[in-house]
């Protein structure tokens, strides 16, 4: 995962005192942009880093987070409590440069070159995090490969 994202969220929650319960719900103009995203790993975060909402593509690089139970559905709690997942999913590395695509690994993808976008709505208090590649790079093909297989899925699980 992406370092300044996870420090985000950490900040975030650490700030507020008592948080309450975090919505359990993305906005409705958010779930319509992931859902015209079919191909590519987005995810949308609460406030306080609860994923309320997934692309196949982002559950394959990142880790099913809203179909898990308790705290783990909270990407900084997942990400500090279970070890493997630095291991089994999307990890940056290197230090980024502005303006370059981020260098990150993943244990089937390997190395990928990709941009992160993140959209913050403030109304809702809610981020939507898109990962894209350069298209024609080594790094889309992946991208592509991995939406392909996730729409697979998918459809097996539909049957």
């Known amino acids: 995962m992406d370092r300044e994202i996870l420090a985000h969220f950490l900040q ?28 590519y790993p987005a995810t949308v975060f609460s406030r306080f880093g609860e994923v309320l909402l997934q692309t196949r593509p982002a559950i394959a690089l990142f880790g099913d987070y809203p179909r898990t139970g308790g705290s783990s559905h ?20 290197g230090v980024p440069v502005r303006r370059r695509p981020r260098c990150y690994r993943h244990v089937a993808l390997g190395g990928l ?18 990962f894209v590649a350069v298209p024609g790079s080594a790094s889309h093909a992946k ?16 049957r």
């Open 12 to 39: 975030e929650r650490h700030d507020e005192a008592a948080p309450g319960r975090p919505g359990h719900r993305a906005s409705p103009i958010l779930e319509l942009i992931v859902e015209h995203l079919p191909e």
């Open 74 to 93: 909270f990407l900084v709690d997942r990400w500090l409590s279970d070890p493997s997942a630095r291991e089994r999913y999307l990890v940056e590395v």
């Open 113 to 130: 070159a990709l941009y992160r976008h993140l959209l913050v709505c403030p109304a809702e208090r809610q981020a939507l995090l898109v």
């Open 143 to 158: 991208l592509r490969a991995l939406a392909a297989g996730s729409n697979e899925e998918s459809s097996a699980d539909r």
